[in-house]
């Protein structure tokens, strides 16, 4: 592509709707440019990511067994009726009304759909196993459409839906499926990790994502590279303290705290550490009331284990200000185990702790010396609490934690939908069977967000190799100044071409440094510069975006240079 020829605008401020640096770079370099919230257009440079992702996803699902469809965008309410989805799916769904004023939503997901399709075309248990896959735009109304493309409204997905008898044959697509999923990332160059994670709205059983790692990234990920376990942090399980509850060794005081309802405001002005100080939240209870959690001070409430417990309100509610005060009589912040008159779940650690600071459920004051069984009673205990950096790995090692944004995720479904939908094949006996089910999800859009924020430095972006929009740019200093140059860039245009690759050509009549500043920006891993003064000696000079790595190369060999050197970096 000649760039001469490619209304390309980039900007040298950042421009402040963007919060992080993927959604800043896409801009800067032209990539994208937003429609309306959450909303995107792909630029010539951008598409051709997006297009380089989207065939790697492709070819390994195809190598995978997986068949090619395209589905509907828009579908119809029936099918998400008859899962019970067009109520529980929530704002999240775009509903749409034609003019029959009939329901539709624009999907932000493929279940129902794939599943009416299942049910129709497949009647018997020899066209079984079957994986259909689309790659294709979804619409999710999300409450905070932030970061560009990492969490827009209208995004691409790779959604993959798997159809079988039995378990086995789905344990043996679903580990295919993880395979080419690692396969997937690896050839496009990300740093990441397969965790367990949480099945979610989806619902069903296994499940496991795959997380770009990326300091930004909104998930945590609890790993431990001895032992092997990796699991996103809303799933890691926290575990008993080894060591027994030391014995009672101060007494029960009330103190006055006026100023003070955080744990930090508390533990600074009684100089008590956060991890001796009690955190009682109080939460929307499943029967109307409320229900207390109770951690250490320095510990974090994971949202999904306070889910699980059948006494807590599904999804999490913390209880507001109003309700806090109209149950227990006591404004927000000094809540506490001793007369507490809500229930009370205790986490495994806050359950050891002994000689503890605690809300007193009076306005204004704390306890200091707090003990279960004496001043409280024995608690009821669970695992509440998000692991931290040090905790035990379920497979014995200790557990380190890092960000990850996560830009795939596959299932276990089971019968959920075949059931709910009914969706049947006659088995070997001639016996109606509903199927069980997999499905498999690529945020392809996201992909491109997650290698930037990966992949970039103060001048821009540096696209791992499979992603680049292109493989090499060319740039000619100053070509209106030499016939020369200009013919001597075109021929080696021509040539890099014939051997291959893909060329950005930047023939435009710019100053060197605006070219020199936009490749960066860019982030193409090779660059070529062909100016007048190297051409006398026979020289083009090389650099590599990902180290500044510069080399003088002879013109002439500039081709076969540059083929070893894309050899090099290709990690496929
Ligand atoms: P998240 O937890 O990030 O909201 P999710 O778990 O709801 O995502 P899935 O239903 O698992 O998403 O969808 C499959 C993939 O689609 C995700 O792994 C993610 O990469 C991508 N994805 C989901 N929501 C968005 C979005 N709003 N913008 C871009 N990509 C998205
Ligand atoms: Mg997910």
């Known amino acids: 592509m000649r ?130 896959y689309q790659i294709q735009t979804k619409f999710r109304d999300e409450i905070r459409p932030r970061f560009g493309l990492m969490r827009a409204r209208e995004f691409v997905m790779k959604d993959a839906y798997s159809f079988h008898l039995d378990q086995d044959s789905l344990d043996t697509t679903y580990a295919a499926m993880a395979q080419a999923y690692t396969r997937i990332f690896r050839r496009l160059g990300l740093r990441f990790r397969t965790v367990d994670a949480d ?75 956060p991890a001796r100080c009690l955190k009682t939240l109080l939460v929307e209870a499943a029967d109307g009331g409320l229900v ?75 306890h200091t010396g707090v003990n279960w069984g004496r001043d409280a009673p024995e608690p009821a205990v669970a695992d509440l609490r998000n692991v931290v950096p ?31 939908m009914h969706a049947t094949v006659l088995d070997q006996d001639g016996r109606e069977r509903i199927m069980t089910m997999g499905c498999y999800g690529i945020g392809v859009s996201r992909i491109v967000a997650a290698a930037i924020e990966q992949n970039h430095d103060a001048q821009g972006i540096v696209w791992p190799a499979p992603m680049s929009p292109f493989d090499v740019t060319l740039l000619v200093l100053n070509p209106k100044n030499s016939d020369a140059v200009t013919a001597a860039a075109g021929a080696l245009y021509l040539q890099l071409q014939e051997a291959g690759l893909e060329v950005l050509l930047d023939d435009r009549d710019a100053r060197p440094g605006v070219k020199f500043a936009e490749a960066d920006l860019l982030g193409i891993p090779h660059r070529l510069v062909i100016g007048e003064r190297g051409l006398k000696e026979g020289l083009v000079e090389y650099r590599r975006r990902r180290d500044g790595a510069e080399e003088k190369v002879a013109s002439s060999d500039a081709v076969a240079f540059l083929v070893r050197q894309l050899a090099a970096t290709d990690p496929g």
């Not at 579908?75 to 009304?97: K, S, V």
Request: hydrophobic share 40%.
């Open 292 to 366: 207390a959690l109770a951690l250490r001070g320095d510990h974090n409430l994971n949202a999904v284990k306070a889910e699980r417990l059948p006494q807590v309100a599904r999804p999490l509610a913390m209880a507001t200000a109003e309700r806090i005060r109209a149950v227990t009589g006591v404004p927000t912040g000094f809540a506490g185990p001793v007369g507490l008159d809500v229930p009370l779940i205790v986490d495994h650690a806050a359950a050891a702790l002994a000689d503890f600071v605690a809300g007193a459920n009076a306005e204004g004051f704390h």
């Open 199 to 273: 099945s979610g709205e989806i619902g069903g059983s296994r499940s496991q994502e795959f997380h770009v790692l990326a300091d930004s990234g909104e998930d945590a990920i609890a790993y431990c590279d001895a032992d092997g376990y990796a699991a996103n942090v809303e799933m890691a399980p926290t575990f008993p303290p080894a060591a027994p509850r030391p014995a009672p060794a101060a007494a029960l005081a009330r103190v006055a705290t006026p100023d003070s309802r955080t744990i930090e405001e508390v533990s600074a002005l009684l100089r008590t550490a």
């Open 3 to 132: 760039l001469s020829q490619l209304p390309w605008t980039t900007l040298k401020e950042t421009p402040a709707e963007a919060e992080v640096v993927s959604h800043q770079l896409l801009l800067r370099a032209g990539l994208i440019r937003r429609l309306t919230s959450g909303i995107f257009t792909w630029m010539p440079l951008g598409l051709r990511v997006l297009r380089r992702v989207e065939q790697v996803v492709r070819e390994e699902m195809d190598r995978a067994g997986a068949l090619e469809v395209l589905m509907p965008a828009v579908q119809p309410a029936e099918l998400w009726q008859e899962t019970g989805r067009w109520e529980r799916y929530g704002d999240l769904l775009l509903r749409i009304r034609d003019r029959h004023e009939r329901d539709y939503c624009f999907g932000p997901t493929h279940e129902e759909i794939i599943t009416d399709l299942a049910r129709r075309e497949l009647r018997s248990y020899r066209q079984l196993p079957v994986n259909y």
């Open 390 to 420: 040090g905790d035990p790995s379920p497979r014995g090692g200790a557990l380190e934690i890092a960000r990850g944004i996560e830009v795939g995720h596959i299932f276990q479904l089971g019968d959920k939908y075949s059931q709910a």
